[in-house]
């Protein structure tokens, strides 16, 4: 027997599942046809829990639920009143932005109201017919925008009403890493070979492409993904675009929500085209009949939901760029800020 390398050999024990905070980015909130003008509702995500509203006129609102006068949670009992969200116990008004706008029994506002957002409110915007938030742990406002995308964006031509959710038990990152982790296609997916991929880093965005050609994705900070998958329909000869957009939200430090909708160019019914992008589609997410390879529906979640995170792996030369990778992921990551007591 050899050395006893106790480091390697007992380095489990102390290793984290998700030893990250969440990290910056736009995340997904929810489809905008789940919220109409008026509406307020609860949700969680970012490891606490949000009022979501959307005002009457049809602004988005995302806002902490406990009420800066005496702490009141706005998520029960709060109404949206016009373009406020309104505090049940003494009907102070904030607007989507976090601003005091009125308190009906104040004669003066307090001096601090007028100097800007008293609530935390999240810059929220709605693209491709879904919500969107900023999350930043010291309230910055947002670096990068999100991308146009033209399968989602620009109707015309495009279609697909598919969209997919899954929970998982794990942090965001971990499940990024799969982009990069070409090893695992062949063994955990049983694609036919381990695929060549080049990964491209710029400022938020990265660029993975996997198998030449035959999936380039694009991610835009940790919380969207745009994927195209090309293939050549064997029926017709020609290269078909089937898109994935991925948008993952992170629950809580440790839980994801991982959300998908898919695009294609829209083939008329019938048509060798259609049937094909279809199949196309029903591969990426593993549904596909007959295939070899398993999508990550029914072996991803085995893996993401058990493991550990170590960061200091030991690699081979087959292993995809898992070091770049992080290096990338880790500009997401910023400390909460260390507040001083105002009152004292
Ligand atoms: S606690 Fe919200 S208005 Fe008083
Ligand atoms: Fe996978």
Known sequence: ????????????????????????????????????????????????EWVLFRSESGKPGVTDP???????????????????????????????EGNCKA??????????????????????VEKYGMIWSWYHPACEEPSFELPYVPEIEDATGYTGSR???????????????????????????????????????????????IGQGYIVGDSYG??????????????????????MLSYTVPVSHDKSQMNMSFRHVDFPAGTPELAFTKKQIDHMIGA????????????????????RYRPNPLLCDGDGPIFPFRKW?????VEKPKLDDASA
């Open 329 to 333: 992921f880790k500009q997401f990551y």
């Open 66 to 96: 406990y009420c800066p006068h005496l702490g009141a949670h706005m998520g029960h009992g709060g109404k949206v009143c016009g373009e406020h969200l309104r505090c049940p116990f003494h009907h102070w008004e904030y607007d989507t």
């Open 222 to 243: 940790p919380g969207l993904n745009v994927m195209r998958f090309t293939q050549k329909d064997p029926v017709t000869g020609k290269a078909i675009t089937a898109t």
């Open 1 to 48: 027997m050899g050395a006893i390398n106790l480091k390697m050999l007992l380095e489990s024990q102390s290793l984290e599942r998700a030893p990250f905070p969440v990290p910056v980015g736009w995340y997904f909130i929810d489809y905008s046809e789940n919220l109409k003008p008026g509406e307020l509702r609860n949700i969680f995500v970012f490891g606490q």
């Open 288 to 307: 596909a009949e007959g295939e070899e390879s398993a999508g990550f529906e029914s072996v991803d979640f085995i893996v993401w939901n058990n493991k």
């Open 103 to 124: 308190i009906p029994y104040a004669k003066v506002m307090p001096p601090i109201t007028k100097k800007g957002p008293i609530l935390r409110a999240l810059p929220t």
């Open 163 to 209: 969209r997919g959710s899954w929970s998982a038990n794990t942090c965001i990152q971990e499940i990024a890493e799969n982009g990069v982790d070409v090893a695992h296609l062949k063994f955990l997916h049983n694609a036919p070979i381990i695929p060549p991929v080049e990964a491209t880093y710029n400022g938020p965005t990265m660029r993975i492409n």
